[in-house]
């Protein structure tokens, strides 16, 4: 599993906004006030005022069957996008937690994103605890990290104390919500484009029980997000 492989499959549309794909579409309204609330406050926002989805494209069942549930919410403010995700399911994990590193092999979220217009994408993948590993791409090889100081103004808030673990087992349910300002992925918030590309995913390379989800579709023969 690549994490910063194939370029994105779904759509964001206008600044009112829309994300969809072909058998997808979602609006996703503009909520005033919904940064620096806290977890709480701005999960109780997005689930009230909020678009929501699910995670739940099984992409390789035979090779890699377990579905965990995965689901998401999204919303804008003014300067950010604003997800809330929320998993149930096997095992959790955190070991990495620092910034950049390979947090695609923890309980892991992820949200691809770019503007058609570009010949690149952005990769925003974050673990339970919320550290992120976050860049720019134009094609396999050819990535750059994003700036420590604009990772620094994304807006994370996890149900989950902050410290770092191993493997725990169980049936465990957590949340994260992150808001990602506009500019870092290249986006003029006061002019976002009439259309963007994006898909959510929900991953776990290295826990007991490894998985693959996306919202919208993967078309690859192995695991390649």
């Known amino acids: 599993h690549d994490p910063c492989a194939v370029e994105c499959r ?28 806290g977890l709480g406050r701005v999960v109780s926002r997005i689930g009230t005022r909020g678009a929501k989805g699910s995670i739940d ?3 390789w069942p035979v090779d890699f069957p377990y579905t965990p549930l995965a689901a998401f919410g999204i919303a804008r403010s003014g300067e950010h996008i ?33 503007d058609p217009a570009a010949g690149h994408y952005y990769n925003f993948e974050f673990n339970c605890i919320g550290t992120c590993l976050a ?21 994370r808030h ?8 191993e493997e725990k087992e169980g049936i465990f349910d957590w949340q994260l919500v992150v808001g990602i300002p506009f500019d870092i992925f290249g986006v003029d918030p ?9 898909n959510f995913y929900k991953c776990g390379d290295e826990t007991s029980h490894p998985h693959y989800l996306s919202w919208n579709p993967v078309g690859t023969p192995s695991p390649d997000f």
């Open 10 to 37: 779904t759509i964001i549309k206008g600044v009112g906004t829309y994300i969809s794909q072909h058998m997808e579409s979602i609006k996703i309204p503009h909520i005033v006030w919904i940064a620096g609330n």
């Open 158 to 165: 996890t149900s989950l104390d902050k410290a770092v673990f």
């Open 190 to 198: 006061g002019n976002v484009p009439g259309i963007l590309r994006a």
């Open 57 to 59: 494209t099984l992409n």
């Open 82 to 114: 604003f997800i809330s995700y929320f998993v149930r399911g096997l095992d959790l994990k955190a070991v990495y937690g620092n910034d950049d590193e390979d947090v695609w092999k923890d309980s892991c979220v992820e949200f691809f994103v770019k």
């Open 135 to 155: 860049s720019k791409k134009r094609n396999r090889e050819d990535r750059e990290f994003v700036a420590p100081v604009d990772m620094s103004r994304i807006i």
